[in-house]
């Protein structure tokens, strides 16, 4: 046992119970707080994959901006509509095709067994180079995608004040 | 990036400028028609650099932009060619909406341009990142675009489309991934490399497990966007809820971005000659049940716009048996099939938008969407009735209509590969379907009109509608300018 495997088996332990915790809590900002969690430990993974970038970015986007969203947005709706989010009738289904996917992959990386390869760290500079050179043009769309999103969500909320 | 990648990239570019200049001047232009007009007008542009990057294409060969994430080839320019058009009908077609899309109309041309962009993107990209952006540049406005009328069935349709095409992004960047897992590599061509110098199993379909669950789980990807079964279960709430304009822009653009991107990763990255007869199984199989299910459900339609959305997803049953068509199961590596699904592609974008025009004109003045209110329309107007009824015999396949041509051209493919029986299927299907046309034929010739009013359409809506009615004729007799073409196109993908 190194320490990383320890850290490893830690970290991947605390995101598969942030997100279970998602599923079986009943209280839906009880749910928010444990997506916290496991993307936290999503983050601490990146960490041990020698990719610092992507655990901050991690951090400051999905742990961040998206979680305090959630909350937001629980705060402004009204939380009794969420009452009946505990009846879910849905759960056996959901259950096996996760259980069904565990054994897909699982078969898979043990028929398949995967190559190894050593950790190398990647810099901010070289990925920002590759991100706005080889990639630039993903990255444009990506933009693009997002003006659209704007417009969308744009006229979408501004039905209200038409009719 | 270097002005010869900007050239080659010119009418995605320029089409992003139309789609923000339609937006901006919707602030300070009154007249709703200007911005039509702006938006046809503007898409000569884009139309203009596609030509001259054909002549550059034939004369100089295929072209690689932007770090090799991009392709300008004659498969990339066949299908700009067709989303452009496409997008011009579409934006002729919405003038008779006014009064109810008419609240933010420039931002529902910009999305309809935007979305266009996405698809020539898709078609053109070489590399799993990029292909996956486009993917979402296209399907982000058709979401918003579905949610455009302001009532419970429209908000309904934007929603189930929106979460159905991430969930289907989701189980599409999985099988990337794997496949990446694989061969470390995002680039179509350079994927078809590793997996030809690695050592496949003859035992495992595809030669991996790790292969097989990434190609499937892809198919299941794409498979949301051509509205395959069993990937279908959104298209007749979304086809019925969107505004009719944006309903036949999903069913001919949309589905043809997803076939042409669709035939780009299969012929580029798993064209090996192993592979191509393992996929070719596999599409034969969706195949069959597409055209089987989307025909048997129709039959029980009564709205003319669920109905069309199972003819649809029949259609991309059909168009499936050219994928299925392998070029490595024919004698000599034929293009037949690629050609076939190309030539069938334009033909049904022809058809189908004449299909939805004639029912926008009807459905407007009727108020109704039920097959039943179109009783008589031979009489009250004879003219939109018969481009309708030209479009439904296409949608048969009966001559002489381009629907025609295009599954003879299609099923004489599949026999080559050797798959007479998924030909039998198709025909029989074909059959089958012609009871729930027909029946739409029935009723506007032969039931008695419930008034002799006749319905009114808008010039620009006429023009679209004789521009594709006489397109479905035109091509149903001279099939031959438009089968070059494809020929041409599909050759791009495969040498």
Do not use: C
Not at chain 1, 33 to 51: D, E, W
Not at chain 2, 19 to 46: C, S
Not at chain 2, 206 to 218: C, H, P, R, S
Not at chain 2, 369 to 387: N, T, Y
Request: net charge neutral.
């Amino acid at each position: 046992m190194t320490p990383s495997l320890i850290a490893l088996a830690f970290l991947a332990a605390l995101a598969l119970g942030g997100g279970l915790g998602v599923v079986i809590s009943r209280n839906v900002v009880y749910a928010a707080l444990f997506l916290l969690v496991s993307l936290g430990a999503v983050a601490g993974l990146y960490l041990l994959l020698l990719t610092e970038f992507l655990a901050l970015v991690q951090v400051l986007i999905y742990g961040g901006a998206v979680v305090i969203v959630i909350v937001f947005a629980l705060m402004l709706t009204r939380l009794q509509d969420f009452a009946k989010t505990r009846d879910h009738h849905q759960w056996p289904l959901g259950l096996a095709a996760a259980l069904a996917v565990l054994g897909l992959l699982a078969a898979t990386f043990v028929v398949f067994q995967p190559a190894v390869h050593p950790l190398q760290s990647t810099g901010i500079q070289e990925l920002g180079n590759e991100l706005f050179v080889r990639w630039a043009l993903p990255f444009e769309i990506a933009s693009l995608v997002l003006l659209v999103a704007l417009i969308g969500a744009l006229i979408i909320s501004r039905a209200d004040r038409g009719e | 990036m270097t002005l010869h990648d900007l050239y080659l990239l010119s009418p995605e570019v320029s089409l992003v400028g139309l789609a923000a200049l339609v937006v901006l001047l919707d602030m300070v232009v009154p007249r709703k028609g200007v911005l039509a007009g702006v938006a046809l007008a503007g898409l000569v542009v884009p139309l203009a650099f596609s030509l001259a990057l054909w002549g550059t294409v034939s004369s100089e060969g295929a072209q690689q932009g932007i770090f090799g994430t991009l392709a300008v080839d004659k498969f990339a320019l066949f299908f700009k060619f067709l989303f452009l058009a496409a997008a011009a009908l579409v934006v002729m077609a919405t003038t008779d909406l006014f009064d109810r899309l008419g609240h933010s109309l420039g931002e529902y041309y910009s999305l309809v341009l935007v979305s266009a962009v996405g698809m020539m993107l898709l078609a053109a990209a070489t590399e799993l990142i990029s292909l996956y952006v486009a993917l979402e540049l296209t399907a982000l406005p058709l979401a918003a675009l579905a949610a455009f009328h302001r009532d419970a069935r429209s908000t309904e349709a934007g929603l189930k489309f929106l979460l159905l095409s991430a969930i289907s992004s989701a189980v599409l960047l999985y099988g990337m991934a794997f496949v990446f897992g694989l061969t470390g590599t995002t680039y179509l061509s350079d994927i078809a490399a590793r997996i030809g110098s690695s050592v496949l199993r003859p035992d495992v379909p595809f030669g991996a497990f790790a292969l097989l669950l990434g190609v499937v789980l892809m198919v299941a990807g794409f498979g949301f966007k051509i509205a395959t079964v069993p990937f279908q279960m959104w298209v007749p709430d979304v086809y019925e809820g969107a505004p009719t304009p944006i309903t036949a822009y999903l069913s001919v653009a949309s589905k043809a971005a997803g076939f042409a991107v669709i035939l780009r990763v299969f012929y580029i990255a798993f064209g090996a000659e192993a592979l191509q007869v393992d996929w070719g199984v596999l599409f034969a199989g969706l195949a069959v049940a597409s055209m089987t299910v989307g025909n048997l459900v129709a039959v029980a339609q009564n709205n003319i716009k669920r109905m069309l959305a199972y003819s649809t997803i029949a259609h991309a049953g059909y168009m499936l048996v050219g994928l299925a068509a392998v070029s490595a199961g024919a004698p000599g590596g034929s293009t037949l099939g690629p050609s076939g699904l190309l030539f069938y592609l334009a033909g049904y974008t022809l058809t189908n938008l004449a299909a939805f025009f004639a029912v926008i004109a009807i459905t407007n003045k009727t108020g109704s969407e039920v097959i039943d209110s179109f009783a008589g329309m031979g009489r009250r107007s004879p003219w939109l009735a018969l481009v309708l009824a030209l479009s439904l015999v296409s949608l048969i396949g009966i001559p002489p209509t381009v629907g025609f041509m295009a599954k003879l051209y299609i099923f004489n493919a599949a026999v080559r590969s050797g798959l007479a029986w998924l030909v039998v299927v198709g025909v029989v299907n074909s059959v089958l379907s012609a009871y729930y046309y027909l029946r739409v034929l029935r009723v506007m010739y032969l039931a008695p009109p419930a008034s002799s009013e006749a319905v009114p359409a808008s010039v620009p809506l006429r023009t679209a509608l004789v521009v594709t009615g006489a397109g479905v004729l035109f091509f149903g007799v001279l099939p031959i300018f438009l089968i070059r073409l494809a020929e041409r196109a599909a050759q791009a993908i495969l040498s």
